[in-house]
């Protein structure tokens, strides 16, 4: 069995694969604070639950952009999963060229996306991730990353709303009954979600002109399908992307 681990700044997932399938995959907080061991009980529970026997052998692979976390998964899959696990980073072999002024400042995540993206869909792409930042990556139908946009993330939008404005409150990213809301919640919920799809819109638009025409847009991510559905710029979702790829990468490092 081979276990992907994504550790971003707002969540941390986890997919299972058995036979190169995916099976239960799980998204928890990301929490800089939680020691090796509190995060390794937490995961012995969900494989336990899970059905999955201690005694079972399992690889893992990680993509990480919060490097005081790199070490402590490092250290729950060496004593909870009895496996040295690949950090992906500048020197694995991921299958993707990285044309980029300064190939160190790419994360590890947008690595391992392109390079799912490219073994599961093709090229040209522009790969589209709903995490903490909205970040979109280019790759050339040779499987190269060329480079890629950063914009806050929805949620991040969100809460300065609500943290900077005295009378706005938080709310959930839920589509509105209209865009014209007729309250403040509905209002809120207007402006970030047609507000984010227009953004994504425009900047696709920017990169399809740019890598030419069959360009596959791809969106991932846990808010991937609440954009995807308000437009039609986005031909696939694939919401546990970075989990397929550390796969597929783990697979070219053995």
């Not at 160190?104 to 995490?131: M, Q, W």
């Not at 909205?134 to 300065?160: H, K, N």
């Not at 991937?224 to 397929?244: F, Y």
Request: aromatic share 6%.
């Amino acid at each position: 069995m081979f276990l992907g681990i994504d550790i971003g700044n707002t969540n941390i997932t986890l997919g299972l694969y058995r036979d190169g399938i995916l099976g239960p995959r799980w998204r928890f907080a990301t929490g800089r604070g939680r020691t090796a061991d509190e995060y390794g009980s937490l995961i012995a529970g969900l494989l336990g639950r899970a059905g999955i026997d201690r005694s079972e052998r399992i690889e893992a692979a990680l993509a990480s952009v919060v490097p005081p976390l790199t070490g402590a998964f490092e250290e729950v899959c060496r004593e909870y999963l009895g496996c040295d696990p690949l950090v992906v980073d500048g020197n694995s072999r991921t299958g993707v060229r990285v044309l980029c002024d300064n190939p160190s400042e790419v994360g590890a995540d947008r690595i391992v996306n392109a390079a799912a993206a490219h073994t599961l869909y093709g090229g040209p792409a522009c790969i589209v991730d709903f995490g903490t930042a909205t970040t979109f990556d280019a790759m050339s139908s040779d499987g190269d990353y060329l480079g890629g946009a950063i914009a806050p993330g929805i949620g991040i939008a969100s809460d300065a709303l609500f943290q900077r404005a005295a009378k706005l409150p938080r709310v959930g990213l839920d589509r509105p009954p209209a865009a014209i809301g007729r309250n403040t919640v509905h209002s809120l919920q207007s402006g970030l979600l047609f507000g984010y799809t227009g953004l994504v819109e425009g900047v696709v638009r920017h990169f399809c002109s740019e890598l030419g025409p069959g360009t596959r847009v791809i969106a991932t991510g846990g808010l991937a399908e609440i954009v995807a559905n308000e437009t039609p710029v986005i031909s696939i979702i694939a919401p546990w992307l970075t989990l397929d790829g550390l796969r597929i990468i783990y697979d070219l490092n053995r």
